[in-house]
């Protein structure tokens, strides 16, 4: 038997009726007329070959056949309306899962305030981190092996797109105890001499950039590169080195009790970027989650340096 020509409405009017006992209540609960219902039920009936009810002129009772229909239909019905729901949550941008790739420091301190923040009012969206070196972002978002990448300014070509969403200085972190620390803003000439450790090739090659322009008798050397922010962070704490980093790492550099000095002249800035694909249209809770993203790290970035100015003060 084939139950393609089976109607949803077939099986509303079906458990409409076993729940009012009656045709007319039915009606009036499905906004149709009775003849309607009446009708939709010997369809039904039709198609499943046996009676729902036995009718009387006094009432309107499940059938032996109906009974062991029952809880089949209900069945049904649940999964369609969970369905249904399922798609309004889905189109509203209210359910889904969402693949995040950031590396560690935004992975660590940003990213999970702001999942926090959109899960009050998105309970239903599903938002993973995953962890991510910053030379991968883009080529994982490429990949579509995440949906969007929060991080630092990378070269993105066609296929990805970086918006940016804060610019954060570079700024020197050392202990409170270090011979720089009473300054108030460094040069880079006061960093010649100093151990300077750097984190990952992109934060070496970050540190060359910063200096290409400058004299030759400024320039520094990083005298280690590690492949961990914390690492850096944690010999930076022992007065063993200084680290280079920009300004929004604070939330983590000072866990381990770091101080911030500006480096100026010249001052470098770096963008943190969303990055998406351009290729793939996101999923509406991708995308819902984008848009709020976007606007939740720039204010982020305002508390976060805020916060730092206030400790300095």
């Not at 992975?107 to 070196?133: F, G, H, N, Q």
């Not at 990378?154 to 011979?179: I, K, L, N």
């Not at 070496?204 to 690492?231: G, S």
Request: charged share 25%.
């Amino acid at each position: 038997m084939s139950l393609t020509r089976v109607t949803i409405r077939q099986f509303e009017a079906f458990l409409a009726i076993v729940d009012l006992h009656s045709i007319g209540a039915a009606a009036q609960r499905l906004g149709l007329t009775s003849s309607a219902v009446s009708q939709l039920l010997a369809e039904l009936e039709t198609e499943l070959g046996f009676r729902l009810f036995d009718r009387t002129t006094r009432r309107v009772a499940l059938s032996s056949g109906g009974q062991d229909f029952l809880s089949s239909a209900e069945s049904v019905l649940r999964h369609v309306r969970a369905a249904a729901q399922s798609a309004d949550d889905i189109r509203n941008r209210a359910a889904g899962i969402v693949r995040v790739g950031a590396p560690l420091v935004i992975a660590s301190t940003a990213l999970p305030a702001a999942i926090a923040e959109y899960a009050r009012d998105k309970p239903k969206v599903v938002v993973r981190i995953c962890d991510t070196v910053v030379e991968q972002l883009v080529e994982r978002v490429e990949s579509g092996d995440i949906d969007l990448a929060i991080g630092p300014d990378r070269q993105s070509g066609a296929r990805v797109r970086g918006e940016p969403a804060f610019a954060s200085p570079w700024v020197m972190w050392c202990s409170a105890a270090h011979p720089l620390a009473p300054r108030r803003r460094v040069q880079w000439p006061h960093l010649r001499g100093v151990p300077i450790v750097a984190t990952g090739r992109d934060h070496e090659r970050a540190v060359a950039q910063m200096l290409a322009n400058l004299p030759v008798e400024a320039r520094i050397i990083p005298v280690d590169v590690v492949d961990n922010v914390t690492t850096a962070f944690g010999l930076a704490a022992q007065g063993l080195a200084v680290t280079l980093a920009p300004a929004y790492v604070a939330p983590l550099a000072r866990t381990f009790g770091l101080v911030m000095k500006r480096i100026v002249d010249p001052e470098t800035i770096r963008e943190v970027c969303v990055y998406r694909s351009t290729e793939r249209a996101l999923s509406p809770s991708a995308d819902g989650f984008a848009d709020f993203v976007m606007l939740w790290l720039k204010r982020w970035d305002r508390e976060t340096q805020a916060q730092v100015r206030g400790k300095r003060a």
